[in-house]
């Protein structure tokens, strides 16, 4: 079964360093997200990316992130000068098109600033 | 703005007893309600989802109910097992909105009892 893979699955960075979670998304889907979970805390959402720009965005994905689609496979979440509120478990999902509802997760990547 | 709350926060439950999740929305624009389940270390997975046009929707064990009036709706799950122990977040989105990002409830850890 096709299945969201995320790299690396835990990530310890000090604060201000800059870090890049990785994410290769099932390979016919068309949307593309970032969610976070601050440990103990609901599911939110950061970004939706497709057609190689960004869809939406919340408030929380301010200037210090980016997301990029480098090479038709990979889609990545750069935070820049990371902060120690950044510390949050990071999924990845995709979702195959406009008509198809279901968003598929990744196993996620426990981010940890110290 | 919590778009969509949940509860209760934890529930426990005996084996073979029903398991019942309530969540609330506040935009009445949106048109899509699924139930993602998680277990510890895994990324959320879909359960059972439902659109407005139905009142509830049953799936083996799993049904959701479903009250647009009330704008309301909860997860029951019948003949509860230890299986069934995870943590389970509704969510809400716009689906004719283009990118369908999800707005998730707070979540509900669920432990069934054997």
């Known amino acids: 079964e096709p299945e969201v893979t995320q790299t690396p699955s835990h990530q310890v960075t000090q604060m201000g360093q800059e870090v890049i979670l990785r994410c290769v998304p099932i390979s016919n889907h068309l949307y593309f997200y970032w969610y976070r979970q601050i440990l103990g805390q609901k599911v939110e959402f950061l970004v939706s990316f497709y057609n190689n720009e960004i869809s939406e965005k919340s408030e929380i994905f301010d200037d210090q992130f980016s997301v990029e689609r480098p090479d038709g496979s990979n889609f990545t979440l750069k935070i820049r000068s990371t902060k120690l509120e950044d510390s949050a478990m990071y999924f990845c999902?995709?979702?195959?098109?406009?008509?198809?509802?279901?968003?598929?997760f990744g196993q996620g990547t426990r981010l940890t600033v110290v | 703005q919590q778009q969509v709350k949940q509860s209760p926060q934890s529930l426990i439950v005996q084996k073979g007893g029903i398991s019942i999740i309530n969540c609330a929305y506040e935009n009445t624009a949106f048109d899509y309600f699924p139930w993602y389940q998680q277990f510890p270390g895994k990324g959320p997975a879909l359960l059972i989802a439902i659109r407005p046009d139905v009142s509830e929707k049953k799936e083996g064990r799993f049904t959701i109910s479903f009250n647009k009036s009330a704008k309301q709706f909860s997860l029951h799950i019948m003949d509860s097992q230890p299986g069934d122990s995870a943590t389970y977040f509704c969510a809400a989105s716009k689906f004719g909105a283009g990118a369908n990002n999800l707005f998730f409830g707070t979540g509900t850890r669920l432990t069934v009892i054997p």
């Open positions: 999902a995709s979702r195959r098109s406009f008509m198809n509802t279901e968003a598929f």
